[in-house]
């Protein structure tokens, strides 16, 4: 079934990862969607609050299920293909080309356009699932951000690309998905990794600076290695490091 086939519609939610979630332990098919017009309680990663006012942004949660009711293929690589699928959504709908802040953000000017949150389940009564959220800035203006997050994020109408309807944007955005949880199923990890790395705010070369639960330091990125994980370079002996997560990633 294809990605986007089954519609939730919502005018005001939780958070849809949340819902979706609920649907899929009862046992929600693969490619269900659940979109809100609001999330009261939205979320990124690590636990931090998504702002998603209403109608101003795409808040949506896909259902994923492996083949054949089997085991979901390469889970640790859907938050890559869900960024590659909003990237390409954004570009097709609105003009407005993107990178990818690894290992979840999508970017714009050095500013957040868009998150990722990939949840996986297993062992649950209605099979395994991952329960991919994704929230794209559409229509805020400056001053829709409150505080000081205006400063760090950005919107389609700010990046001054067109505007889609939200209709039009989760359309490409089901297509675009549908076609690179696709090219997982069919074992086709190299691509995405290599598509992902292609599109990495901070390119093999750059100096970032990195911070983890032990500490920050700065080190040079070498791109992805063959599982999506970031590969960094640091001096004075340290050597090349592989990181599976991060606590934060800028560039110096």
Known sequence: ??????????????????????LALAGAAHGTAVVAREQTRGRGTKGRDWHSPPGLGLYVSFILRG?????????????????????????????????????????????????????AVSGAAGGDFVVAGIGINVGHAPEDFPGGLGRLATSLRIAGGTVPSLDALFGGLCRALDSWYNALARGEKGRIVRAAEARLAFPPGDIVRIRVPEGAFTAVCRGLDPEGRLVVERGGGAGTIVLDAVLGLDGE
């Open 67 to 119: 083949p054949g009711g089997g085991p979901v293929p390469s889970p640790h690589l859907l938050p890559l293909a869900s960024g590659l699928a909003a990237s390409d959504a954004v570009l097709a709908e609105a003009g407005v080309a993107t990178r990818f802040k690894w290992p979840n953000d999508l970017v714009h000017g050095g500013r957040k356009l868009g998150g990722i949150l990939s949840e």
């Open 1 to 22: 079934m294809p990605v986007g086939s089954i519609v939730h519609r919502l005018e005001s939610v939780g958070s849809t990862n949340d819902e979706a979630r609920a």
